[in-house]
């Protein structure tokens, strides 16, 4: 997901000749156990050992030979640069394995949340699962996008993660009072986000315009921050949101633009333009003046 990544582990173990009361899972360093539970989602003590990485399991109840024990386990790992604004990330599945197991098999999945995408690169070790073959796994009904089952033996699978890139149409309403010595600016837009969801939105408005403008979120948007810096196209503004949306997103902009010694004759009023979108459309109301007389040509 977004946040983490997530590892959830069932581990069902059938000793042969002798009762079974502690086990050990060999388990990557990167990833925290956060909970372990018994088959009734009963606690379980653990312990976190290294050299190497391992999990140390005690089983109050035993296990009888010949009889299946079960432990379920969680962890969660945050790669270093996973909370930043990547579109491809690389990732290895954490191989899991039972130390000093005589025999062993199984199965991994992959599920993406959060509009990635997840596409295999490397698979060693590892053989494609259908839907039929799920059940003999336990996945049955589990929503996965990759599944691989696994024997004894060491396995690889790397992986591609990638963003799905959201499509974004745009409706303005620009709201412009001519003042003497001055435009106040009122802007509202609203993108209509698709596809997936969005972190950032962008507009762009004429260098004329002020350095220094407001810019809130309606209809429950909350902003994180937002900046402008100014292109050879205009001041392009980005303005990241405090959490991921899709669907439409309404942004108001306000800002006054002093005229100074500008000819009032010769006037391009400033319009607010969506940056990647593929479609706007937009309203403007031009206010007049007492003072002026003002007339708009388009």
């Known amino acids: 997901s977004d946040k983490m990544q997530t590892l959830s582990g069932d581990l069902i173990v059938v000793p042969e000749h002798e009762p079974l009361f502690e086990i ?6 990167a990833w925290k156990v956060v909970s372990v539970v018994g088959p009734k989602g009963e606690a379980i003590p653990f312990e976190r050992h290294e050299n190497p990485a391992r999990v140390h399991v005690r089983l109050p109840q035993g296990v009888a030979p010949g009889k299946e ?4 386990f969680v962890a969660t790992t945050t790669p270093g640069g996973w909370l930043a604004d990547w579109r491809e990330f690389d990732v290895a599945f954490p191989e899991v394995r039972l130390q000093d197991a005589r025999r062993e098999r199984g199965a991994i999945a992959v599920a993406a949340e959060d509009d990635l995408r997840v596409v295999p690169q490397t698979e060693k070790g590892l053989i494609p699962l259908d839907e039929t073959q799920k059940k003999d796994f336990r996945l049955e009904g589990v929503r996965t996008d990759l599944v691989y089952r696994h024997d004894n033996g060491p396995f690889e699978a790397a992986l591609k993660v990638e963003r799905t890139s959201p499509r974004l149409t745009a409706k303005t309403h620009s709201f412009l009072r001519i003042a003497p010595g001055m435009i106040v600016g009122r802007y509202e837009v609203t993108y209509d986000v ?3 969801r969005t972190r950032a939105l962008r507009f762009r ?4 315009t002020p350095a220094d403008l407001a810019v809130v979120g309606l209809g429950g948007v909350q902003i994180k921050q937002y900046a402008g810096e100014s292109t050879g196209a205009g001041r392009l503004w980005t303005v990241e949101l405090a959490e991921a949306r899709r669907g439409p997103i309404t942004l108001a902009v306000d800002f006054q633009q002093p005229l100074g010694d500008k000819d009032p004759l010769d006037l391009e009023l400033p319009i607010l333009v969506a940056e990647g979108v593929a479609h706007q459309s937009g309203l403007v109301a031009v206010e007049g003046s007492a003072e002026l007389d003002v007339e708009v040509k388009t």
């Not at 408005?205 to 004329?208: A, H, Q, R």
């Open 205 to 208: 408005l004429p260098d004329s």
């Open 69 to 72: 024990g079960f432990v379920r």
């Open 194 to 196: 698709t596809e997936a």
């Open 24 to 29: 050990d899972f060999l388990l990557p360093t």
